[in-house]
């Protein structure tokens, strides 16, 4: 095997960037897409100029051509076509959050180690130059002791994002929750890369200014288990809709990224314009979407695990790492107590 045939499951918005994201790819190729809705399944194969689409996305399971899909539905469907597809043989990349909840998650990976398939979870942030510089640094000990991190999701979402409360965005049986888990996951999981496994945390959670039942805004407070604490903040509620940042401060220094570049680089011996220019260093897939530009390097990543027989970047155990938090963020605002983990 030396190529890689995707199938995507749900054509909808971000649908595209894994389309883009394939097709520059050198071992991968998209095959086959299915939607529920049939005419977007249709529209999105024109486009793209693949002669499989389905409205079923079983049928898209059953076709041989296929080796891997990627998951671009709802929150709420990730888990079960996740399963559906491991048990087709099919390796999987699934949309975040992977499931929405600890025990589907458990499962997925279950089932995937069972048939013996990859199971990636994205996270495409990770694959941010900024963010790989940062990791570097606190693998390193240039950062000294973390002692402090700070994530801030401030954005605006309009009452139309959420198709005035008809979507599946901001319903709690399809997306599970609002601002924190489908738009400020993607800070939680590099504040939880960066400062470690989570000790306890508690959590307020409102909804202000939309007509849904999910929050759209948050704040957490989050002692981490190395000692040090740390800040969420998520909301679709503030003008003017903000880049996100990252703040994560040790003893001997602190560094932020703003989007997805660095904004601060204040460690002694070192100064952000080498930093920017380090980082950006042989980068592959330089560009410029809404999503940030690093989808096609972890797919390519899963693409190569999956050729390679290896475990990806960010296999299911990983995936889980910011849904553990976000999932304890909402059990401290629901029950108006501190959460503790094992
Ligand atoms: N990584 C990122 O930066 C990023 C950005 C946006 C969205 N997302 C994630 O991508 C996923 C999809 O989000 P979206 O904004 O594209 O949603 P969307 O509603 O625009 O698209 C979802 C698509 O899935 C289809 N669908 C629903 N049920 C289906 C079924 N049973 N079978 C086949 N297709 C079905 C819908 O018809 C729709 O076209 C979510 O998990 C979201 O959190 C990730």
Redesign the pocket.
């Known amino acids: 095997m030396n190529e890689v045939r995707f199938g995507i ?7 595209p ?1 894994h389309a883009a994201a394939l097709d520059k790819i050198e071992n991968a190729r998209l095959v086959a897409v ?4 049939e005419d ?2 249709k529209g999105f194969a024109d486009k793209y100029e693949i002669s499989s689409y ?4 079983n049928e898209l399971l059953n076709n041989d051509e296929v080796d891997a899909v990627s ?5 709420y ?2 888990s079960p ?1 996740a399963i559906d597809a491991a048990r087709a043989g099919k390796h999987v990349i ?4 992977m499931a929405i909840t600890m025990a589907e998650a458990d499962e997925m990976i279950d089932e995937c180690k069972k048939a013996n398939v990859k199971l990636g979870a ?4 990770r694959f941010d130059p900024a963010a790989q510089c940062i990791k570097k640094a606190i693998e390193d000990g240039r950062l000294g002791q973390l002692v402090m991190g700070g994530s801030y999701t401030k954005w605006y979402r309009s009452n139309e994002y959420y198709d005035y409360g008809r ?3 901001g319903i709690l049986s399809k ?1 599970a929750g609002g601002a924190l ?2 738009q400020a ?2 800070m939680v999981d590099l504040l939880r890369w960066f400062m470690g496994p989570v000790d306890a945390m508690s959590a307020n959670i409102s909804t202000l200014t939309h007509p849904i039942e999910a929050e759209d805004i948050c704040v957490a407070s989050i002692k981490f288990k190395n000692g040090a604490l740390g800040t969420v903040e998520a909301s679709v509620s503030t003008v003017p809709n903000m880049p996100e940042q990252l703040h994560i401060s040790g003893t001997k220094g602190t560094v932020v990224i703003e989007g997805t570049k660095l904004a601060r680089w204040d460690i002694e011996d070192e100064n952000l314009k080498d930093m920017q220019a380090l980082c950006f260093q042989d980068v592959r897939f330089q560009g410029k979407s ?3 530009d690093s ?1 096609p390097r972890q797919i390519e990543d899963f693409v190569l695990a999956i050729l390679e027989d290896r475990e990806p970047y960010i296999d299911g155990n990983k995936g889980k790492d910011a849904l553990e938090v976000v999932l304890g963020i909402y059990e401290s605002a629901r029950e108006g107590k501190q959460v503790k983990f094992d």
């Open positions: 499951i749900g054509c909808g918005v971000i649908a960037t299915a939607d529920i809705q977007k399944a389905y409205k079923e996305y998951i671009c539905t709802p929150h469907l990730h076509m699934v949309e975040k959050p994205i996270f495409q942030h979507s599946w965005r997306g888990i489908n996951i993607h809404y999503y940030g989808h």
